[in-house]
């Protein structure tokens, strides 16, 4: 008899994104991104850190002002999925996000083509970044939807 605990397509692709996360060094905020194409296939996963040659050592980690932010420099994970990919496009695709995007990386995944947003946290909805994300994809078409949590629990034994 088969297995019947295993992860549906959203749990297994959010995790993926939620492992992504943790490769972030950002002390306050680890977000990680998973996008998937029509077939359930991995196109592509990122999270958020600093662009490829910028050391993390050299830029700032902080909320702090002026040039001194770490907002000026960081690379938002759903932007570093998009930018990784190396499968040819992203186009009709569905992004798992382990936070809702911000208006910046909306634009982005407006132009790639992504058709999807699953995220999982939404803690800034009241801010004017996330709102205008919602109305950029309202207006584009691009269905959001909340992860729905099973309760399941990811543990691994050999």
């Not at 995007?101 to 999807?116: D, L, R, V």
Request: glycine share 8%.
């Amino acid at each position: 008899m088969k297995k019947s605990d295993y992860l549906n397509w959203d749990e297994y692709f959010m995790g993926l994104a939620v492992l992504s996360s943790m490769r972030s060094k950002d002390p306050s905020t680890q977000v990680g991104a998973c996008i998937v194409d029509n077939d359930n296939k991995i196109v592509s996963v990122g999270y958020n850190g600093m662009p490829h040659s910028c050391s993390d050592d050299d830029y700032p980690w902080d909320r702090g002002e002026g040039l001194d932010s770490k907002y000026l420099y960081v690379c938002h994970a759903e932007l570093n999925a998009i930018l990784n990919c190396h499968y040819g496009t992203v186009k009709g695709c569905t992004v798992y996000s382990t936070l809702f995007p911000c208006n910046e990386c909306a634009k982005a995944i407006i132009q790639s083509g992504i058709k999807e947003v699953v995220y999982m946290s939404d803690k800034y909805a009241d801010t004017d970044g996330v709102k205008a994300s919602k109305r950029m994809f309202d207006s584009a078409g691009v269905k959001y939807r909340e992860h729905n949590f099973t309760g399941k629990k990811i543990s691994f034994e050999l």
